[in-house]
């Protein structure tokens, strides 16, 4: 259900007042990164936070910084380490793959890890290959971390919150063309837990599971095409509500996945692997992925075009199946 | 080397008795270890122990000291009981880590040792992340960020340096210098000497890391200067490795060099106890014996102590809702 009764915040807003909130509920929570701390407030994001002292900028050393925010964790206090391109976590990886998603496992979880790193994710305006990148199905083939990939200003505020307050580290990825995007969001402080899908469209002919960007613009296919379409968007890759999507494919029996991705091991195939592995007979129709090819971004405008999907190809996917899935139902 | 220092005899005791705890418990860890009873690769620390344990003495159980694989002597000097680590090697429940360490992951909260890691280099940030931790609440405690002379030569470590002096942070880098990048020759690693790196961001103080009266006096400088608000510090201890990288076997690169009387920190704190009159050879036997009689009971600890059951494994998700 769309949330009402709060105002209407843009995406950049509400995680802006989700951060200021967190930091006024709790003086443990600071705020750490690259350009944390300059004028332009990371896009917005962290602009006039009320508690500036806690807002600390750094040396371009993503990796040593993640150690730096993960030692602060294992010392009390509650890091939001941010990145201003998800391509830069790669530069983190060692400490983000064997220190901070690893931690909790080694100790058996005897010492807490509240950390958030926060990476504004997606592709630009001819950016290329490494500054375009979502990367949320690589870190959720990691154990240990939460991919969170709110799609709305409402799910990007209470995922947050939740995120500061969880003891277990949390990777959170906003698409940077959703920041613009509007949506009614409570005013005072509330959470949403990890792990369930929220219907963003319905329908009964075909499961839609999309998330981030790509929720956003399978919302805008159904809609625009009037598509019997059930839309779920998992808002955490990691955990997956494998539950609510699996339930969704036995009442509808079809499943097309949308991702802004890369294809190879990443979230598309965990979902169609998954519900095949559940309800391989609930599905008459081979499940269809869409994601981006599997190859760096171009620059040039019209390999932009080709690369990367949109509404109305989603909307074209769509169609062919529920086409096939009326055919194969009028054939038996 | 004669001192006339104002060392007192509690202090000296302690240093020997961490010392000889650190020699004992590794010397039992290697001639057990070929009986595969710890299936976890050791790197034992054997010659070194005159680092960990004069930097220690004036730790307290807040200061965070973050580790990298060579754990068992900084972790037993900053106060991580024997039987805990014995069973850790055993691979029991009872371990400090539950059987999911091993080896080169160690943990005591109480002791303030909140992990180590396998990876060379990457636990220096961590130290520093202690140290801003404190600095940003007012707490009084230190990161202790303890490495080796390879783990210099990681990124990880400049951009760790460069972040604690920006800050002035309270961190204590403590470089355990013994010359070996598991079997490569510092010269074959480093085109610098790590004192004149570390100089660059922040104050250096040296000791000789085969002495613990040597490390006990210049850690108890550095981090004076760092409790009193100095900022950062780094303690070169150069030392010697007398096994291998890995393992239970002595070292043969050490073997042309080392003098195993001459080198011994332990054989020189006895030494200077013995001329200084503040302990008899009497006492330095009776301390001997009974470190091996907590080696023996931490040994039977671990013995006896359940293995964690397999289906541990599926309660304990990392994705499972936090415990209360």
């Not at chain 1, 805008?220 to 969704?248: F, M, N, W, Y």
């Amino acid at each position: 259900m769309a949330p009402t009764g709060g105002r209407d915040l843009t995406y950049c807003a509400a995680i802006r007042e989700a951060i200021d909130q967190a930091m006024g509920l709790d003086p443990r929570v600071f705020c750490i990164g690259l350009d944390a701390d300059d004028r332009f407030g990371v896009f917005g994001s962290m602009a006039n936070l009320s508690h500036p002292e806690r807002v600390l900028g750094t040396p371009i050393s993503e990796n040593a910084m993640t150690g730096v925010a993960l030692g602060a964790a294992l010392s009390g206090l509650r890091p939001i380490h941010v990145h201003l391109r998800s391509d830069f976590l790669l530069v983190a990886m060692d400490q983000i793959a064997n220190y901070v998603a690893k931690w909790r496992d080694m100790f058996h979880g005897q010492v807490a890890v509240p950390l958030v790193i926060r990476a504004i994710a997606g592709r630009g305006w001819g950016c290329g290959a490494q500054h375009s990148q979502t990367l949320h199905g690589l870190f959720a083939q990691i154990p240990g971390l939460i991919v969170a990939t709110p799609s709305t200003p409402y799910d990007a505020k209470g995922l947050f919150l939740q995120a500061v307050k969880d003891d277990r580290p949390v990777l959170f990825l906003e698409h940077r063309w959703l920041y613009k995007d509007t949506g009614n969001v409570p005013a005072e402080p509330y959470t949403l837990p990890f792990g369930q899908c929220r219907v963003l469209h319905e329908g009964q002919g075909l499961t839609l599971v999309a998330t981030s960007l790509a929720a956003t613009h399978c919302k805008i296919a159904c809609e625009q095409h009037g598509l019997d379409v059930e839309l779920l968007d998992p808002r955490t890759v990691k955990p997956l509500d494998l539950d609510g999507i699996v339930a969704s494919v036995r009442r509808t029996g079809a499943l097309a996945v949308v991702d802004y991705d890369f294809p190879f091991g990443g979230f598309a195939a965990e979902v169609v692997a998954a519900v095949g592995e559940r309800a391989f007979d609930a599905l008459p129709l081979p499940p269809q992925p869409l994601t981006f090819p599997d190859r760096g971004m171009p620059a040039s405008q019209v390999l932009e075009r080709a690369y990367y999907p949109d509404p109305e190809r989603i909307a074209a996917l769509l169609r062919r199946m529920l086409d096939a899935r009326a055919t194969a139902g009028s054939a038996s | 080397m004669e001192r006339t220092t104002t060392l007192q005899r509690a202090d000296a005791l302690w240093l020997l008795r961490r010392l000889r705890l650190i020699r004992q418990a590794s010397e039992r860890i290697a001639k057990l270890y070929p009986s595969n009873v710890m299936a976890t690769p050791v790197h034992l620390c054997i010659g070194q122990e005159a680092v960990p344990v004069g930097v220690c003495r004036h730790l307290r159980d807040t200061d965070k000291l973050f580790l990298g694989h060579r754990t068992h002597g900084p972790a037993l000097a900053k106060g991580l009981p024997l039987p805990k680590l014995f069973a850790e090697l055993y691979g029991r429940t009872t371990g400090c880590s539950h059987g999911f360490g091993g080896s080169m992951h160690v943990l005591d909260l109480e002791h303030g040792l909140p992990g180590s890691s396998a990876i060379v280099g990457g636990s220096i940030a961590l130290g520093v992340g202690a140290g801003l931790a404190s600095k940003l609440v007012g707490g009084d405690w230190l990161g202790v960020s303890w490495f080796g002379d390879a783990a210099t030569n990681a990124g990880v470590f400049h951009e760790s340096l460069n972040f604690a002096a920006l800050r002035r942070l309270p961190v204590l880098f403590v470089c355990e210098d013994n010359g070996l990048s598991n079997v490569m020759p510092k010269a074959q690693h480093s085109a610098t000497d790590i004192v004149s790196l570390a100089r660059q961001f922040m104050p250096t103080l040296a000791a000789d890391g085969t002495d613990v009266l040597s490390v006990y006096e210049r850690a108890g400088e550095a981090i004076a200067r760092i409790r009193a608000g100095e900022g950062p510090m780094f303690l070169h201890c150069p030392t010697k490795r007398w096994m291998k990288h890995q393992g239970h076997e002595p070292c043969d690169l050490a073997a042309a060099t080392l003098d195993r009387e001459r080198d011994c920190p332990i054989h020189k704190l006895e030494k200077f106890l013995c001329r200084s009159g503040l302990a008899t050879r009497a006492e330095l036997a009776e301390i001997a014996a009974d470190v091996e009689s907590e080696v023996d009971a931490a040994v039977r600890f671990a013995e006896q102590s359940p293995f964690p059951p397999p289906g541990l494994l599926e309660a304990c998700r990392a994705l499972e809702p936090p415990r209360p």
